[in-house]
Nanobody, 120 residues
Framework: QVQLVESGGGLVQAGGSLNLSCAASGIIFSLSVVGWYRQAPGKQRELVATIVARGATNYEDSVKGRFTITRDNAKKTVYLQMNSLKPEDTAVYSC??????????????WGQGTQVTVSS
């Protein structure tokens, strides 16, 4: 049984930072691909960043240079360090994980999400 738990969200002022965590269980974490998604009110869910088992990363254009995704396989946790936050980053952030590569996130296990709110 795969379980993902997000934490680290909160309320910050524009220009501030947050570090989100996605803790996994029930999965061979070192073999997994993990993605961070976000969904703002009235918007479609958006893939923000991914990290594959070997550590290669990809980012959505709007967050490049501001967000960094990392993984700690010993802790079975993926992080999303978010800097220079903007009001448009406000959303519920969720993580997803699966075995394989980025394409396998289409059938990923999901967490429940953590709220990020950026004030102007």
């Amino acid at each position: 049984q795969v379980q993902l738990v997000e934490s680290g969200g909160g309320l910050v002022q524009a220009g501030g930072s947050l570090n989100l965590s996605c803790a996994a269980s029930g999965i061979i974490f070192s073999l997994s691909v993990v993605g961070w998604y976000r969904q703002a009110p009235g918007k479609q869910r958006e893939l923000v960043a991914t990290i594959v088992a070997r550590g290669a990363t990809n980012y959505e254009d709007s967050v490049k240079g501001r967000f960094t995704i990392t993984r700690d396989n010993a802790k079975k946790t993926v992080y999303l360090q978010m800097n220079s936050l903007k009001p448009e980053d406000t959303a519920v952030y969720s993580c997803a994980a699966n075995y394989g590569d980025e394409s396998d996130l289409a059938n990923a296990y999901w967490g429940q999400g953590t709220q990020v709110t950026v004030s102007s």
